[in-house]
């Protein structure tokens, strides 16, 4: 392109006798097909100089746009574009989960999370499963979750929680180790292969830990002794056309609630909802709770009713 500007420009001023600037303005608007007007009289000779023009110029363009086409559509390019997208929307990210692997126990973490419209961001070491997330449309970053420059580029500083689903106990250990040492307040839950590893967990930080195959075998233990009660469960909790479901509010500083007994709180009678449980700030639970017991600030209520009976109850509870 600064070619045929520099030829365009040179060819005027040499066949057409025009100035400098003329010839450099007429080199442009012929280049540009925009063709307001001729800035001089042109000859035969300056007429076939046009022509070429126009066509070179034409050409380059068209060469131009389909590769800038060409690399945009390239899968290397594209998936470095995403990749750096993904990196600008991670620094923007605040109370939000960090996932470390996307194996089968970590893709449905994020699928929960993606369902229940909680924000979220993946980190993974295999470039596959990371293209796979961004197929999905979730945030996801390369690399190695115990790096502190990737937990890092995961504004760990300001995420609400940590979620450890790499496949070995050691990866996850490291990772939760390095998570709590740049944001010790973090909310981290992991996941364990084995049974003894739990107390390293818990006293590395980790305020759940899981272990998939005792989960398993609990679960199915119970479709044998309590098989309706896992069967409401069940209905509560997953995604499903039954119209009830379970869910937990934080009572905020200045929320109605605050500092009013549960059977004043109007809880049952203006929305319908049924209080199941009560956490305190102190993490002690009360089950099945007194109709006396006042709310107070930091406690959670954990509720049974309709998906509407509980937005409407959130808006109220969680009152900021």
């Not at 923007?92 to 126990?105: A, D, F, K, P």
Request: charge should be negative; hydrophobic fraction near 40%; include cysteine.
């Amino acid at each position: 392109m600064v070619i045929l500007l520099l030829t365009g420009t040179i060819g005027y001023r040499v066949l057409c006798h025009l100035s400098w600037l003329d010839s450099f303005y007429f080199t442009v608007i012929t280049m540009s097909t925009v063709g307001y007007r001729e800035v001089g009289e042109l000859d035969g000779l300056g007429k076939l100089f046009t022509i070429c023009l126009i066509f070179s110029g034409v050409g380059v363009l068209a060469y131009s746009v389909s590769t800038t086409l060409e690399l945009l559509l390239d899968e290397q390019h594209r998936t470095y574009f995403t990749h750096l997208l993904n990196r600008r929307r991670s620094k923007t990210m605040e109370q939000h989960y960090i996932v470390c692997g996307l194996g089968r126990v970590g893709r449905s973490v994020c699928q929960e999370l993606h369902d229940s419209n909680i924000p979220f961001l993946v980190v993974d070491s295999n470039p596959d499963r990371v293209q796979s997330a961004n197929a999905l449309g979730w945030v996801s970053l390369l690399g190695d979750a115990s790096e502190d420059k990737i937990l890092q580029q995961a504004n760990i500083t300001k995420a609400r929680g940590l979620v450890c689903t790499v496949d070995t106990d050691a990866a996850n250990l490291f990772i939760l180790i390095s998570a709590k040492a740049l944001n010790p307040d973090l909310e981290v839950s992991a996941r364990v292969n084995e049974d003894s590893n739990v107390k390293k967990f818990e006293r590395a930080g980790a305020v759940h830990v899981y272990s998939p195959y005792s989960l398993l075998g609990r679960r199915i233990a119970r479709t044998i002794t309590r098989p309706r009660v896992l069967e409401l469960l069940d209905v509560a909790l997953e995604n499903n056309n039954f119209d009830i479901t379970i869910e937990e509010f934080t009572v905020s500083k200045s929320s109605p609630l605050a500092w009013l007994s549960l059977k004043d709180s109007g809880i049952r009678q203006n929305f319908g909802g049924v209080v199941m449980s009560v956490i305190k700030e102190d993490r002690a639970i009360v089950h099945n709770p007194d109709p006396d017991l006042v709310c107070q600030p930091g406690d959670i209520i954990i509720t049974l009713g309709t998906p509407e009976q509980l937005k409407k109850m959130r808006e109220i509870v969680e009152l900021k």
